[in-house]
């Protein structure tokens, strides 16, 4: 292992030398342009027709980000820019095979593997934070944000329109987005950042605005320059978004010392979401009553037999909007942990170098999962979390220090949290990121917890070279009942390090060799795992990627240390317009961490594996097939005497079909149904056999984010019956044609603004 972490350190310095002779040939410029204003407002019609406009700013000069930093887009690209006084307009004018176009239908945001235009404004000119605004060549819609250091993520949401049209000779797509639906300082005049961009799916192909190079570790730093912008302003900017929602539902009740029997409840339910603009850069989000249901279903994963908790996303649209406020490198806040709120409440903006956030809920989750006997029965769970940034830029490179602090109290309990987090960059491509935590805890027995954590990244992104090192250090006592840390009591060390070659004029844009290594340590010293995991990655054309991996492991579990290994293939594919072919596969050797009777955890031959087909046979219809698998036997090294090796442990089973007919750009109809089976040897595992079938069936009407009505049905069936002469009276059957529960909802939202 010395050896290995020796070796790796060579590779790194070797690497930063690389790092030095590529920046020496990498020059910065500027680029600024002027925006003239217009009394006419442009349209879609004027440029498919040729009339004439009143005033524009025209760019052409698109340079590729992906795959050939800095080679001339490879079909020609024209922006056309202009304001008054209440929006901004961009009309790109895309020259293309219309047949090779790569675009359908869709609902909002769901444009991420077509071809479409994109819109980068850092409002602010702070180098660091973008609002982006993407369309495809249907006109559909998807929005969000984007941060250095943080990555890119569309849970943001405003009201704003586009409009397209595919042509003979390629597409006209339109932005057009309102003052009142961004933020921005108040200020007469105003200079802001700007990127557009355009991306080319079948040729895995980015082109931005200016050059953007992937030979630095940044992204919004290279925007180029907006001014001309004079006396605009969001102006006053209220809204509201009252909601109405009625469910009717059919559901198997299994109560304490009677039969298990099957009850109907109805539900009414009406709140409000608000928000006000305070200021021009800070945003009061209100929600009275909210329903912090999910419309939009969980993506299937595997469950069984896993050691730590296994992450979903959040889905819901309250906590996704603003999210990056309060993103930190260890995850202080997991939205998910807020169960069942009747207030929430949350102001989010950026003063100049400043960005504020905090958050406030009372979540009545906890207090109802408690029997009415109980004398915490009914109690709220109050929720508090508040994050502030401070940005420091020089030279072209962004640093940060923040400090954030999360809690929760329910009756005699509490849980707090305190953070601070930096972001370092002392050159162009290499960036530092460290937190340090601490949490205090009071249990319901009384005991107090308390304990800190830390984590440190040092890492290098450049066109050729990457690397990564981190460290992470959690003390056994650390809590944060917020957040998501899976694992306590570690000291843990990684590495990735990687090299890329990128051929020019050839269908291989990308290829190269990753090796990923791993050590950890409890407080005590013991060694708790390692892993070894090199890897080698091809990218071609027409997105489309494979990556082959080889694991080692050594894993401590209940005072037993294991050794298990494995290799496996991960492929995805858009070849064709009309299909998405994905898949993996794994096999190798792994633990059971759920052992049968009388036994300890052992070994097995591991299989897992996964397929996926996505077909569009038209501009409207998308259907989706997906499965999975896990699976363990026993092998020689298991070492159970009454088990020959081969034995099944279990299998896990996953099919998911999933149907979207999209009508018109606002009306879409959504088909999934899911089977989900866990076929164990009770014996070996202790896990109950469950086969699970689920229907779903969702109706839409979205004119715009805010404003929607939805019909919904859920239908679920377990391989269940209920019979009086036994003990339990719910017994396992070998079919799931048992009705567990159902439900048929309507909900509709409005939007209002002022």
């Known amino acids: 292992m010395k050896r ?6 060579l590779l790194l310095l070797c690497g930063e030398s690389i790092l030095y002779a590529q920046a020496a040939e990498v020059e910065t410029q500027m680029k600024v342009l002027r925006i003239p204003r217009v009394s006419r407002a442009p349209l879609l019609a004027d440029f498919l027709n040729g009339a004439p406009r009143e005033a524009e700013l025209t760019v052409t000069d698109f340079r590729q980000y992906w795959p050939r930093d800095g080679a001339p887009v490879s079909q020609p690209t024209t922006a056309y820019l202009s304001y008054d006084d209440k929006n901004l307009y961009v009309v790109f004018v895309c020259k293309d095979d219309p047949k090779l176009i790569r675009a359908r239908l869709a609902k909002h945001d769901q444009i991420m593997s077509d071809d479409r235009t994109m819109v980068n404004l850092d409002t602010f000119h702070d180098h660091r934070r973008m609002y982006w605004f993407n369309v495809n060549p249907y006109g559909v819609q998807a929005e969000g944000t984007s941060t250095d250091g943080q990555g890119g993520s569309s849970t943001w949401d405003t009201l704003w329109h586009s409009d ?4 003979e000779d390629g597409y ?16 007469k005049q105003q200079t802001w950042g700007l990127m557009l961009g355009r991306f080319i799916v079948r040729n895995s192909e980015w082109a931005t605005w200016p050059h953007v190079s992937s030979r630095r570790a940044d992204f919004a730093q290279q925007g180029g320059d907006l001014e001309g912008f004079e006396d605009i302003s ?21 109560p304490p010392g009677a039969l298990p029997r099957h009850r109907t409840a109805t539900e009414s339910r009406a709140g409000l979401d608000a928000k006000v603009v305070l200021k021009d850069s800070l945003t009061l989000d209100l929600a009275l009553n909210p329903d912090f249901s999910q419309v939009e279903s969980d993506t299937p994963q595997v469950t069984t037999n896993q050691r730590y908790e296994v992450y979903f996303p959040e889905k819901r649209p309250f906590f996704m909007d603003n999210s990056s406020y309060f993103a930190t490198p260890e995850q202080v806040l997991f939205s998910r942990r807020i169960v069942d709120p009747r207030l929430g409440a949350r102001l989010t903006g950026q003063i100049a170098d400043w960005t504020i956030g905090a958050l406030f809920a009372d979540d009545r989750a906890a207090g109802e999962r408690l029997p009415p006997s109980h004398p915490w029965h009914g109690r709220e769970t109050l929720v508090g979390v508040a994050r502030v940034q401070r940005d420091f830029r020089k030279n072209s490179r962004n640093s940060s220090i923040g400090v954030m602090a999360a809690g929760q109290e329910f009756a005699s309990t509490y849980n707090h949290v305190y953070s601070v987090d930096v972001r370092l960059q002392p050159l162009s ?17 009384g005991r107090r917890l308390k304990g800190p954590a830390y984590f440190a990244e040092w890492s290098h992104y450049g066109r050729h070279f990457v690397s990564s090192t981190q460290y992470r250090d959690r003390s056994p006592d650390f809590r ?35 090796l990923a290594g791993s050590i950890n340590y409890d407080r005590q010293g013991r060694l708790r795992d390692w892993s070894m995991i090199p890897k080698f990655e091809l990218r071609l054309t027409r997105a489309t990627m494979v990556n082959l991996y080889h694991a080692r492991f050594f894993e401590l579990f209940q005072n037993t240390g294991f050794r298990h290994q494995g290799s496996g293939v991960q492929f995805i594919s858009q070849w064709y317009k009309w299909l998405t072919a994905r898949g993996a596969y794994f096999t190798g050797t792994g633990i059971n961490f759920r052992p049968g009777p009388n036994l300890g955890p052992f070994l097995g031959a591991r299989r897992q594996g996964s397929a996926g087909l996505i077909l569009r046979p038209g501009p409207r219809l998308l259907v989706e097939k997906t499965y999975l698998y896990s699976g363990l036997r026993t092998n020689p090294q298991s070492g159970l005497s009454a088990a020959q090796p081969g034995t099944t442990v279990f299998d896990n089973h996953i099919i998911r079909s999933t149907l979207n007919y999209q009508f018109t750009r606002r009306l879409s109809l959504r088909l999934i149904s899911d089977y989900n089976a866990v076929l164990p040897n009770g014996t070996l595992i202790k896990t109950e056999k469950t086969k699970r079938l689920g229907l779903d069936a969702l109706f839409t009407y979205m004119p715009n984010p805010g404003t929607a009505l939805y019909f919904g049905y859920t239908d679920l069936y377990d391989n269940l019956r209920i019979d009086p002469s036994m003990n339990p009276a719910l017994q396992r059957t070998s079919l799931p044609n048992f009705n567990t529960g159902r439900q048929f909802f309507v909900k509709l939202s409005y939007l209002l603004r002022f």
């Open 172 to 187: 006209i797509a339109m932005t057009v987005i309102p003052f009142r639906s961004i933020r921005f300082p108040n200020k």
């Open 480 to 514: 944060s009942q917020l957040g998501f840390f899976n694992r306590l009591d570690i000291r843990e060390a990684s590495h990735t390090v990687g090299y890329r070659w990128r051929p020019e004029k050839s269908a291989v844009v990308i290829f190269g060799p990753d």
């Open 234 to 254: 969001p102006g006053r900017n209220m809204q509201f978004i009252p909601y109405g929602l009625f469910a009717r539902s059919r559901f198997l009740d299994t």
């Open 164 to 167: 397209a049209k595919i042509t």
């Open 4 to 9: 290995v972490l020796a070796g790796l350190s």
């Open 429 to 445: 491509n290499w960036i530092f990121t460290g937190q340090a935590m601490s949490s205090d805890t009071r249990q319901a027995n």
